[in-house]
């Protein structure tokens, strides 16, 4: 059998490749619904990555706000402790 022949033969309409076909309409509507849950489920998995991505740049950026609090507290000290040793 050459490979037409088997993709003929395989095209082929037979009892139960007609069977799938009498509810189209349904099947369509299933398919449907599924591609908004799949549609549905992308959007908030990406949602979440997006607000997970985001807390951790605010940590980060409120850790080095801090970071930098202490070390001008830690130079004003040793300022002031300069200033008075000297006097």
Request: proline share 0%; glycine share 2%; no cysteine.
């Amino acid at each position: 059998m050459g490979r037409n022949e088997i993709r003929l033969k395989r095209q082929k309409l037979s009892s139960g490749r007609i069977a799938k076909h009498r509810n189209y309409d349904e099947l369509m509507a299933r398919h449907e619904r599924e591609k908004k849950i799949k549609r549905a489920t992308y959007a908030l998995v990406y949602f979440a990555i997006f607000a997970i991505l985001m807390i951790l740049l605010l940590a980060v950026l409120t850790i080095r706000k801090l970071e930098n609090q202490k070390a001008k507290e830690k130079k004003a000290v040793y300022a002031e402790s300069i200033i008075q040793y000297k006097i």
